[in-house]
């Protein structure tokens, strides 16, 4: 048979067609990476980042006489339009100066409110203004009415709407002012609300400059060592320290519901935080104190913490403390060592050497202040009855060698106790108006230390949490005699701590158990970061008022007291009709390693510690305990889910059993529950072992076939998402290790910014553990081969079995991952490119210390200079995309930092791109800003790593600097 050829016309046709795609594909590429414009991203990854993930709600704020929930309808991502509002940053912070408010309430702020009725299945929408927003919904203490924010451009009211209509009316003339106290209270009869209002009925000026300098910049060192982390938005000048103290005053003030008349209490302050007792007749205040300073940011400013009778006077000062321009030192740990249990020694003070603290996270820094005193005020808050204050205490110390005999109720225990060996009892403490020193009387007090104490609402009836003799026991005390005490529970003192243990062997990792949880996942508008510990299911209103895990409802293991809100802000114990309260936990699965954990309720009678046990979970899902309907409790509302179904609301009628699903929320990215998901061990060349997570992507028309990559005999090109963390050793390591890989049920789901989404585009993720690891003071030394060795590992191991081409790869971070991935493309020959995203990359701006090195720049000179990219810019492999917020405020990542290292690249003829993104902070979060992230980082990627060998190099490759 003849064999027919291709003519050298279709041969040369279909050869110029190739050519003129791949011009055509490239110069897409050139304009999407070099235009000044916000782009849009392939169509997949598009439509994963816009996915409406707030349309899904859980059922959890529910109104105090259980009827209604109220539902917050978010409208997702906030969007540039509503990020650039007005704004000025002052010590640190961040505020509207027209509106009178902190940024973040208009930012974070919703479109409106639903309320739904559960009985009837029934929906009312509130009524919002137009071009309002709306926050901080509270209900009356009946459940009648809801207040709330609502957020206009030029200022913020409450407004106070009906909850059987949703119809809604304005209760504030004078705007309110929202900039440090941005919550407001009901009293405990729900006739007024305690706000913050403008001063001087909003008419006010705000002090203005004319734009002519009065003066230099003027900074003395202060006397002795004043070491300081890089802060960006100090204050800079008088003008600044005129305007914060123009937006941080305002005038306390109750306003009757009914008519909205204003009673002001006292006059004018700048008022940084205020709770008011229920009762109404006190308030505890706390005022932001001068001088202020240039050289710390507002959260070390002085503060004063006093309670005011209505009249605005001062009856007692709780807490005063100066500005604190020279930063604590490493505090010594003061311990209470137990001479025996629920004993202690002497003054309860052991001297402890410094602990290291435990790896901060840069994205969510954590306030640090003076050590806590052990022998001070525990728990300090309002009673539910209105009557004082409340708190814990250790019975006084014995300051001399004598005994105090007004302490000492009884005989010593058989032998004659020195000082330093007399226990100390614990005390709950009732503190009565006019808050004196002598209006102070012991409520109960207990050889064993107390770690909670908590009321029901008419305060006859204590419940504290306790242990000793190896147990923890929750007691109900009666206190008409607080001789009576009721055992309700009894549980191992351990119990419910969670934790993994450490593996024996320090060399031998345990293997997680089943799955990890995903690196980032969304549900709704909040995001949770399950591998740091942080859970973001509910949001931070509903977490504050002990919805959840913070109510006891079933997220841990131990049980506790079911309490919900009082009549005013105190939390109470739920107690019923019946004389019974409720005890809520969780009970691990038993015998099945597919079983869930099973949420309980057991009512307890108070005085005969009769069990019954009310409710107990099926444990077919992951089911979590959100609330109840009332003190008697006969609807049990509860979130169901597993790892691929999307969370859902369902009733339990405790009468006959019946459960009914309340919501029918969807899964809007059903195809990151096909992703291919792997956890494999690896060994660096120095011996140790780590974990890490590998993303192979879906069934797509990116990657129709849905077989391993193994088997269709590819290498896939892969992203390394690095974020390393520094250990002491092997079994710190594996401690950690146990604790982020546990085995999750939740939903997962990605964020707009996870970058699973890159799968979408044909790309393999990889997220590595990367240890570093030495002595304690000096783990940094090991930083930069720790850092090659264990991607060097990575790399090894995944192209071993097949997954990832190393020839195709690419590195990124964000954060103190940006920094880390700047120096892998410094100390490695691996990666095509890299993405950095709001990083540090020169360690002499940040001389102090950072992230856990404690060390300053004099005292490990060559550890900071090793560890700058900018330093190392010449070596510098691959083409490097950086992106920051130039709002970023977070400790050490300045924006400079991009700016000089990109011109550092630039000059050295360096193949890299900047995008700096307005009204962005450290972590971009506008719709606009992440959607051409994607498009940027997908035409990068693709530029440089998935067909290099077919792409031009250097800038006119990239275009950069090349007029299109």
Not at 48 to 76: C, M, Q, W, Y
Not at 388 to 410: R, V, W
Not at 794 to 802: A, F, T
Not at 899 to 925: S, T, W
């Amino acid at each position: 048979m003849r064999t027919v050829r291709p003519h050298k016309c279709t041969v040369l046709t279909m050869a110029l067609f190739l050519v003129t795609f791949w011009i055509l594909q490239v110069h897409g590429q050139q304009i999407a990476l070099n235009k000044e414009a916000y782009l849009m991203p392939p169509k997949e990854i598009a439509d994963a980042v816009l996915a409406p993930r707030h349309e899904n709600h859980t059922l959890t704020n529910v109104s105090p006489d259980g009827k209604k929930f109220l539902i917050a309808k978010s409208d997702g991502m906030p969007t540039l339009e509503r990020m650039a509002c007005p704004c000025v940053y002052l010590g640190e912070s961040a505020f509207d100066p027209v509106a009178a408010r902190a940024r973040q309430l208009w930012i974070r702020s919703d479109p409106g409110f639903d309320i739904y009725f559960h009985a009837d299945k029934r929906t009312v929408p509130v009524q919002i203004p137009e071009r309002a927003r709306v926050s901080n919904p509270v209900w009356s203490p009946d459940g009648g009415r809801l207040a709330f924010f609502v957020h206009l451009p030029d200022s913020t009211h409450i407004y106070v709407a009906d909850a059987e209509t949703g119809s809604s009316r304005r209760l504030t003339t004078t705007p309110v002012l929202a900039t440090m106290v941005t919550s407001f209270q009901w009293s405990r009869d729900g006739k007024q609300i305690q706000t913050v209002l403008l001063p001087d009925d909003g008419k006010r000026p705000t002090p203005k400059t004319n734009g002519v300098p009065t003066e230099p910049k003027v900074r003395i060192a202060s006397d002795g060592k004043n070491p300081s982390r890089t802060y960006r938005f100090l204050l800079e000048s008088p003008h600044d320290m005129k305007l914060l103290e123009h937006l941080c005053t305002g005038q306390l003030a109750l306003i009757d519901v009914n008519d909205g008349k204003v009673t002001k209490i006292g006059f004018p302050s700048m008022l940084r935080g205020v709770s008011m007792c229920p009762g109404g007749e006190s308030f505890r205040v706390t005022l932001l104190k001068k001088p202020f300073s240039y050289l710390v940011p507002m959260a070390r400013f002085g503060s004063q913490e006093m309670v005011w009778d209505r009249e605005g006077k001062c009856l007692v000062t709780l807490q005063e403390r100066k500005l604190q321009e020279i930063p604590p030192q490493p505090p010594t740990v003061t311990a209470l060592a137990p001479k025996q249990p629920g004993g202690f020694k002497g003054k309860g003070k052991q001297a402890q050497p410094p602990q290291p603290q435990p790896d901060p996270d840069p994205d969510n820094p954590q306030p640090s202040g003076p050590p806590v005193d052990p022998d001070g005020k525990r728990e300090l808050s309002w009673r539910p009855d209105g009557v004082g204050l409340s708190y814990l205490q250790l019975e006084p110390g014995i300051t001399s060698g004598k005994e105090d005999k007004a302490d000492d109720k009884g005989p010593s225990a058989g032998k004659a106790e020195t000082a330093k060996e007399k226990p100390r009892k614990d005390r709950l403490m009732q503190w009565l108006p006019p808050f004196g020193k002598d209006n102070v009387k012991v409520v109960y007090e207990t050889p064993q230390r107390l770690s909670s104490a908590q009321f029901a609402e008419d305060c006859r009836m204590l419940f504290v949490t306790q242990t000793g003799d190896g147990q923890r026991q929750i007691i109900a005390v009666d206190l008409a005699d607080s001789n009576k005490t009721y055992v309700i529970h009894n549980s191992a003192a351990g119990f419910g701590k969670g934790g993994a243990k450490s593996a024996k062997d320090p060399d031998v990792l345990d293997p997680p158990a089943g799955d990890p949880p995903p690196d980032e996942f969304t549900w709704g508008e909040h995001t949770c970061l399950p591998s740091s510990g942080r859970t973001g299911m509910f949001a931070p209103s509903e977490q504050k008022k002990g919805f959840g895990g913070a109510a006891g409802f079933g997220a841990g293991l131990a049980p506790s007291l079911m309490i919900r809100s009082g009549r005013g802000e105190a939390k109470v114990v739920r107690v019923s009709s019946g004389g019974e309260v409720y005890v809520s936990g969780t009970e691990r699965a038993g015998g099945s390693e597919k079983g869930f954990p099973k949420p309980f309720i057991d009512k307890v009678h108070i005085k005969t510690g009769k069990k019954t046990r009310i409710f107990e979970g099926k444990g077919e899902t992951l089911e979590t305990i959100d609330v109840v309907d009332g003190d008697n409790i006969q609807l049990v509302f509860t979130t169901r889910q597993k790892k691929d179904v999307v969370p859902d609301s369902y009733v339990t009628d405790l009468r006959d059993g019946k459960t009914t699903k309340l919501t029918n929320n969807v899964d809007h990215t059903p195809w990151f529950h096909q992703l291919q998901t792997q956890r494999i061990q690896v060994t660096r060349v120095d011996g140790f072992k780590f974990w890490v997570k590998v993303t192979l992507p879906p069934k797509s028309p990116l990657t129709p076939d849905p077989s391993p990559p193994k088997e269709r005999g590819e290498k896939l090109p892969a992203l390394f998402w690095i974020y390393p963390r520094e250990y002491t050793d092997q079994t710190a390591y594996n401690s950690a290790a146990g604790r982020t890989a546990a085995a999750t049920s939740r939903f997962a789901a990605p964020a707009p910014r996870s970058m699973a989404l890159l799968t979408l585009a044909g790309y393999a993720v990889v997220e590595p553990d990367v240890p570093i690891v030495g002595p304690p003071g000096r783990i940094n030394d090991n930083y930069v081969p720790d850092l090659r060795n264990s991607l060097w590992a990575v790399i090894d191991e995944l192209d071993k079995r097949g997954i990832i081409d190393r020839d195709r790869l690419a590195i990124g971070g964000h954060s103190y991952g940006a920094f880390s991935t700047a120096n892998a493309l410094v100390h490695t020959p691996f990666f095509k490119a890299g993405i950095a995203g709001d990083g540090n990359y020169n360690r002499t701006l940040t001389p102090m210390s950072f992230q856990t090195e404690k060390r300053q720049l004099w005292d490990a000179r060559e550890t900071y200079l090793e560890m700058s990219p900018l330093l190392w810019a010449d070596r510098i492999n691959g083409a490097l995309l950086m992106y920051h917020g130039m709002d970023d405020a977070n400790v050490g990542t300045n924006p400079i930092n991009a700016e000089y290292l990109f011109m550092a690249l630039d000059g050295l003829g360096k193949n890299a791109a900047l995008y700096m993104y307005p009204h962005e902070g450290h972590g971009p979060i506008a719709r606009e800003t992440t959607l051409d992230l994607w498009a940027r980082w997908v035409a990068w990627l693709d530029l440089y790593v998935k067909n290099p060998q077919k792409k031009e190099t250097g800038k006119k490759a990239a275009g950069i600097g090349v007029e299109q």
